[in-house]
């Protein structure tokens, strides 16, 4: 088959997301575009131009969102040479939240980032109408698969001061699995904005075939106190901890309004109630805003009962024992937020951690010691939290210390004793290893640096492991002998670490180690795989030294996985007004070449590295392709495979 010019495709305009929707949006359902046209509303509600949001299901399976904001501008795009709302529906990364450096902008900390949102909508959608009110008239365009089939007209008149925007969609079934819009998730979404926006009403009708239908509306006059209030089932072991902090004009560290507002409860027992928001946008997943609060949280507690001698001889508090019976609703504001994959539903912002902790920290200190008998009771509540923890560990501890071998001297062991929380990285090279010994947390993470390559075990059997030393080192280090896929999963039952962390460089060898590894793993423990606790680090390949921008945007270091993440971050700054000749890239050669902070932070630390966790395939699948790429007498086999799946390979690397 010829491979010519002509066998490149160029997908233009909208093409690319109705070619691969899910890289855009969520396709099990059309919440998720339906919840691009609500968040651009809430957004300037945001900004405080819009006190009502109107949502309705119409019984024609099309959803409208209609708001009282400023309306989305009608003239002509001074560039693109066609109407601006045009240029909104169908062209994307076109939008007014690009502009980050205005202080004053309305949309400085929008939950619209890529200018992705409701150009998905349009493209996903079989027709969507606009109605814009503003500048004293009413306009209206239609749009059907993405493109303009009524081209913008003024419909009417419209009172001086009268704005808003009304969008009607009908959702394409066939991007979908289902048509149908869960409207639970859709009612948790809408309330979760009223939450976070006190004094705004949202409603939802939803229309009946037959029948008038119903209406939900919420406003939550006291905002997350009253929403945190009604999610909590329990009793409080102390009375409810609100504030907000924002970084003041002139701050070093960190842009003007950046910052945030939160609800924190503990009670003793009872269902917990957890939800976090950046700019809106609920982020179900978590992610770096929430680490920032749970250490915030942990420092608060920790200094206060260190100040007051509470914390009984032997017990060592952890993050974890603290928030482990806390509730809260926390709600971010940050500048620029990288989020994990278009649905926004994680945060992966690095500087998001030191952002809230900071914020939080100061004002709950200062609360504890204003209330010292309610900061006891949550103290107490931690306390109890580390000493279940504790006698958990010890009877882990317990069943190990009958015949455990006298361990590797090359393996800088953990402290802790609790088999749950313990890490161990395998690290290729003693240059590596040495900056993941001064960089690690000594409490809960073990290194071990491999000298070389480790040898192939694919054809060796189970009795001979041991004559390797590497392989030796490793058994024993994990506390667990070699067994069968069939074992019980009690073979596990003296496993010294909860995550195993294979981490080498981002080149030819180190992906040749990870394979002589999990080769390892899947023929000899095959149970470590199966029960999760097998894990790929991902360290960077490039660093990016970001200009400050004045007072507002000091200087930056971010990380770039790959080649595509690197180039997806230029574009990211060249939309900020940063000039990608200004940014500085570095390109790691290696984890040696990497300081011990360097690695801390990008690849080792709890709250910013990405960790990928190794599967269990199904034995009939996994099996044949092993032995074909391992087994010794099956070169042949191994190059006919290259051959044939060369191209597939390079474009995965």
């Known amino acids: 088959m010829s491979y010519t010019a002509e066998s490149i495709s160029v997908l233009k305009g909208l093409e690319p997301v109705r070619h ?13 575009i339906i919840q691009e046209a609500i968040d651009n509303a809430a957004d300037e509600a945001l900004g405080g131009y819009c006190k009502r949001i109107a949502v309705t299901l119409h019984s024609d399976a099309s959803v409208s969102i209609q708001d009282d904001g400023r309306g989305i501008p009608v003239e002509i795009h001074p560039v693109e040479n066609v109407p601006t709302i045009e240029v909104v529906f169908t062209q994307l990364h076109a939008g007014g939240k690009f502009n980050k450096a205005d202080g004053s902008s309305a949309y400085r900390f929008s939950g619209g980032l890529h200018g992705v949102g409701v150009s998905v909508t349009n493209a996903l959608s079989t027709r969507l109408e606009v109605e814009v009110a503003r500048d004293g008239g009413r306009f209206r365009i239609v749009f059907s698969g993405g493109a303009v089939v009524e081209p913008l007209q003024r419909v009417g008149d419209a009172p001086k001061k009268a704005s808003g925007t009304r969008v009607r969609v009908w959702p394409d079934a066939r991007f979908f699995d289902s048509a149908s819009i869960p409207v639970g998730e859709l009612e948790r979404l809408l309330r979760s904005k009223a939450v976070l926006l006190p004094g705004l009403e949202i409603s939802l009708a939803i229309e009946k075939n037959a029948e008038k239908g119903e209406t939900k509306t919420w406003c939550f006059a006291n905002g997350m106190q009253q929403y945190l209030a009604e999610q909590i089932d329990g009793e409080l072991a102390a009375p409810m901890f609100t504030a907000e902090k924002y970084a003041p004009p002139g701050d070093e560290n960190f842009p003007v309004g950046s910052g945030a507002a939160w609800a924190i409860a503990w009670s003793a027992e009872g269902n917990l109630a957890r939800e976090s928001y950046v700019n809106l946008i609920p982020t179900s997943a978590g992610g770096t805003h929430e680490t920032g609060l749970r250490q915030a949280a942990f420092d608060a507690v920790k200094s206060f009962a260190e100040h007051r001698a509470l914390l009984p001889k032997g017990v060592k508090l952890a993050a974890e024992d603290v928030f482990s019976r806390a509730s809260f609703v926390l709600a971010a504001r940050v500048l620029d937020p990288s989020f994990q994959g278009q649905t926004k ?14 914020m939080v920290r100061d004002p709950l200190e200062l609360w504890l010691n204003e209330h010292p008998e309610d900061a006891k009771k949550i103290t107490e509540l931690a306390i109890r939290a580390a000493q279940a923890r504790s006698r958990a560990g010890q009877k882990v501890e317990k069943r190990k210390q009958s015949g455990v071998a006298i361990l590797p001297g090359k393996l800088s062991d953990c402290q802790s004793e609790d088999t749950r929380r313990n890490e161990i990285f395998l690290v290729e090279g003693d240059s590596a290893g040495g900056s993941a010994k001064s960089g690690r947390d000594k409490e809960l993470q073990a290194i071990l640096p491999l000298r070389g390559k480790v040898l192939n075990t694919w054809e060796v059997e189970a009795g001979s492991l041991f004559a390797n030393r590497e392989v030796h080192d490793i058994a024993v280090a994990l506390g667990i002998d070699p067994h069968l896929p069939d074992a019980g999963v009690s073979v596990l039952d003296n496993l010294r670490y909860g995550k195993v962390v294979i981490m080498t460089d981002a080149d030819v060898d180190g992906s040749h180690i990870r394979v002589l590894l999990c080769t390892l793993f899947y023929r000899h423990f095959p149970k470590l795989i199966e029960q999760g606790h097998l894990y790929f680090a991902q360290p960077p390949l490039y660093r990016l030294d970001v200009p400050g921008h004045g007072k507002a945007r000091p200087p930056r270091k971010l990380y770039a996985l790959d080649n595509a993440e690197r180039e997806a971050i230029i574009d990211r700054l060249r939309l900020e007004g940063v000039k990608p000749e200004s940014v500085a890239i570095s390109r790691f050669k290696g984890l040696g070449e990497m300081n011990p902070e360097q690695l801390w932070e990008t690849t080792m630390s709890p709250d910013t590295r990405r960790l990928m966790r190794i599967r269990q395939p199904g034995a009939d699948d996994a099996n044949p392709v092993m032995n074909m790429l391992m087994a010794k007498n099956e070169s042949a086999g191994r190059r006919a495979w290259m051959e044939a799946n060369g ?5 995965e690397v």
């Open 20 to 32: 691969r929707p899910g890289m855009y949006t969520r396709t099990d359902c059309p919440l998720h």
């Open 345 to 358: 539903e994680r945060l992966n912002s690095r500087d998001a951690v030191a952002l809230v902790s900071r």
């Open 647 to 651: 191209a597939l390979i390079g474009a």
